[in-house]
């Protein structure tokens, strides 16, 4: 008997380990012990960790576990020796645990078929909202209001392309602005600096007047609170001062490693953007000795298409323009020889119904031929220029290498139509066909070590075959076995040595350019 | 009995494996998947000996290579050392008489032409001689040209159906008897050669091919 009323701490100083009544401080019911009050405290009162919502549904958990149960009268009963079988495989048992009814069409299957879970109320219908997860087949699962095979599916598209054109509107409205700005500065400076020409104090008034000019063409931005660079964000301090962009007034620095902002002078600044309306001409404005500091963004907004475009009117690189031939001779090369080979087509059905070819269809595939061919060769030569280049940087480089491969490529595709071209005509007339093969060789030696491209295609076809082959002879050699026919066996073991010699001679052939 | 290496070869599809098969297992199968690489199989065949009249056991090991442009490189490897060549091609395809001359060239060329017995078979008769029916294709290489051409080669000249089986014993037959021709000649030499010195007596120790019908191990 210690305290009365003391609040929940009284128990706490409560040392002696001897059992007496102590009156509950909220209800005040007398109560055996520490730690009964303290249970009782924690479960009845809600004092453990203030979630009494928790302890209340502990506390009544023998009467709330009987979970309303979902309607099972509708459930397929197995038949009467027992047995159940599923409705999809069609597979039978009479243990209990190997099916199970589909809680919502009340069917047996078997544990197999009958792996969905669908959310359904206590009547055993499809409830997303309140129902609980259960089990189901296939056929509810999929047959559920709303459900498609692959998933919802909505067109972004017309909304996407509004938002873009919203954005893209804004980026236009504001480089207008940025120009404006820009122009009406221009025009200010270029007053200031004619009406002061004359005067002694020309570079100090100007600078004044330039600087009272500025702030009334763009709103400065207030530097109070501002304490970082709006374009790299590093802390403004001592070192690092705040300035403000011209033409945006937004406050930046001036590290020079990041070119968050710069000055640059007017004379640049025109002639870079020679198409804004200002009001003197370009080049009277050569004469002003003034700068105008802007930041990173601005510059890009206001310059960065303008280079582009600029760009874009200086002569290619040669890397660029060799490419360019390049691709150019592909295509004819490709159109050439889809077109003989149509031709030829044509030939061989004329030869077919015993008609001699006419002497213009004959000067058109010699024709024809020459081209091709030549094609071929000028290919070879760009594609040799291109490997002497010397790339100037990293990204030429890599053109480089792109371009090399594409084109090694591009040979090693065409080679067997092109091989195909000489045979072609020797099959049509005899002609002066033989005369041009040499040419022919000549055109396709892009080399490998010492092997053409063509010759390397064609070992490694030779090596893929026979490895081909002489695994299906070893598994001849395991049949002959088990069938006992060791004469066969015999044979077939002489087949293998001989593959296994010609492997080795192609793979020498090869050499660094077979396939491990 | 005589061991005889024998290789087809012929343009894709025209129905080597068919006609190995037919020879060999005497059963046709009409969706035949196309051959991989070279194919192992062998028949024995008995012909008769003209001079005793005694029956001969020829065995023949045959290489069935796949006709395709892919495995144009290993045909070499299997008629290299064949004693005969059986060069196939498809009557109602004028092209596959272009190709199989191709192969035929290509044998005398690489091969010394004594040495082999080259047999051209046009094969798929059946399509042709099915006559009034919509199926039947028309004969694209009359039989005159291609025997003419085979004349002409010194190769012997079979038409055949694979499906029906009809002419595909005779092929091998006769290819036997023109191998036996040769062997005997060459034993005959082989024999003056050497002179009287040896009275050898042959003495066959293998015993008899398994796959005879009527063989007890099968």
């Known amino acids: 008997m210690d305290k009365e009323g003391g609040g929940n701490s009284s128990g706490g100083r409560q040392q002696s380990g001897k059992v007496t009544n102590i009156s509950c401080p909220v209800c005040g019911e007398s109560i055996e012990g520490l730690t009964k009050l303290n249970n009782h405290l924690d479960i009845d009162h809600g004092f453990d960790n203030g979630s009494p919502e928790v302890q209340k549904r502990n506390s009544k958990n023998p009467k709330t576990s009987k979970v309303q149960q979902i309607v099972k009268n509708h459930w397929q009963r197995p038949d009467s020796y027992g047995r159940a079988v599923c409705q999809e495989c069609g597979s039978s048992s009479k243990k209990s645990n190997a099916f199970i009814n589909c809680r919502k069409c009340g069917l047996i299957y078997c544990n197999l078929h009958c792996k969905n879970i669908i959310k359904l109320n206590t009547d055993a219908q499809y409830d997303p909202l309140h129902g609980k997860w259960y089990a189901c087949c296939y056929r509810c699962f999929s047959e559920r209001p709303g459900y498609n095979d692959y998933g919802s599916f909505v067109d972004k598209t017309s909304s996407f392309i509004g938002l873009r054109e919203t954005k893209n509107e804004d980026k236009r409205l504001r480089l207008l602005q940025l120009e404006n700005r820009l122009v009406r500065l221009v025009n200010g400076i270029a007053s200031i600096h004619a009406k002061c020409k004359s005067s002694i104090l020309m570079s100090f008034t100007m600078r004044n007047e330039a600087s009272e000019l500025e702030r009334t063409v763009t709103p400065w931005r207030n530097d109070r609170g501002v304490l970082d660079c709006s374009v790299c964000f590093k802390p403004f301090g001592l070192t690092l001062w705040k300035h403000h962009c011209r033409l945006c007034g937004n406050i930046v620095c001036n590290r020079d490693e990041t070119g968050c902002s710069s000055e640059i002078s007017l004379q640049h600044l025109v002639n870079a953007a020679k198409d804004l309306p200002y009001q003197q001409k370009v080049s009277d404005l050569a004469e002003i000795d003034h700068s105008i500091r802007l930041c990173y963004k601005c510059i890009r907004s206001l310059y960065g298409e303008r280079k582009f475009k600029k760009d874009l009117q200086k002569p290619k690189p040669q890397l660029l323009s060799l490419c360019e031939s390049l691709e150019s001779t592909s295509k004819l090369i490709t159109d050439t020889i889809s077109h003989m080979e149509k031709f030829m087509i044509r030939m061989d059905d004329s030869k077919i119904a015993e008609q001699i070819p006419k002497e213009e269809d004959m000067t058109e595939s010699k024709k024809m031929r020459t081209k091709l061919l030549r094609s071929v060769a000028m290919y070879n030569s760009l594609a040799r220029q291109v490997s002497r280049i010397t790339p100037a940087n990293p990204t030429e480089a890599k053109i480089k290498r792109s371009v090399q491969v594409a084109s090694s490529t591009f040979i090693n595709e065409k080679i067997l139509s092109l091989k195909r071209v000489p045979g072609m005509i020797d099959d049509s007339p005899r002609t002066s066909s033989p005369i041009r093969e040499p040419d022919k060789v000549k055109s396709t030696d892009l080399l490998f070590n010492n092997l053409t491209i063509s010759e390397v295609k064609k070992y490694r076809e030779e090596l893929m075959v026979l490895k081909e082959q002489k695994f299906l002879v070893e598994s001849m050699i395991e049949e002959a076995k088990k069938q006992r026919k060791f004469d066969e066996v015999a044979t077939l073991s002489t087949n293998l040595n001989e593959l296994s010699e010609q492997i080795a001679t192609t793979q020498g052939n090869l050499g660094e350019q077979g396939f491990t | ?218």
């Not at chain 2, 009287?196 to 007596?201: F, M």
Request: with cysteine; glycine share 8%; charged share 25%.
């Open chain 2, 1 to 218: 009995m005589l061991q005889f290496k024998l290789v087809l070869l012929g343009d894709s599809s025209v129905g080597k494996s068919s006609i190995v098969h037919r020879f060999v297992k005497d059963s046709f199968d009409e969706f035949r998947e196309s051959t991989i690489g070279a194919a192992f199989l062998s028949q024995t065949i008995k012909i008769e000996d003209k001079g005793s009249q005694q029956e001969v056991v020829i065995k023949f090991e045959i290489w069935d290579t796949a006709g395709q442009e892919r495995y144009k490189s290993l045909a070499p490897m299997y008629y290299r050392n064949a004693n005969a060549a059986l060069v196939v091609y498809d009557v109602t395809q004028q092209d596959s008489l272009a190709k199989a001359q191709g192969w035929v060239n290509e044998l005398k060329t690489k091969v010394g032409e004594d040495d082999l017995v080259i047999c051209l078979v046009g094969n798929k008769l059946d399509l042709c001689t099915e006559e009034g029916e919509s199926s039947s294709k028309p004969k694209a290489v009359e039989s005159s040209d291609a025997e003419g051409y085979a004349n002409e080669q010194g190769l012997l000249f079979h038409e055949v159906s694979a499906k029906t089986g009809e002419g595909v014993k005779q092929v091998f037959q006769s290819i036997g008897e023109k191998l036996y021709e040769f062997k005997k000649h060459e034993l005959a030499n082989s024999k003056g050669r050497q002179g009287a010195g040896g009275d050898t007596v042959n003495v066959q120790l293998q015993r008899p091919s398994t796959n005879d019908a009527t063989s007890c191990c099968g």
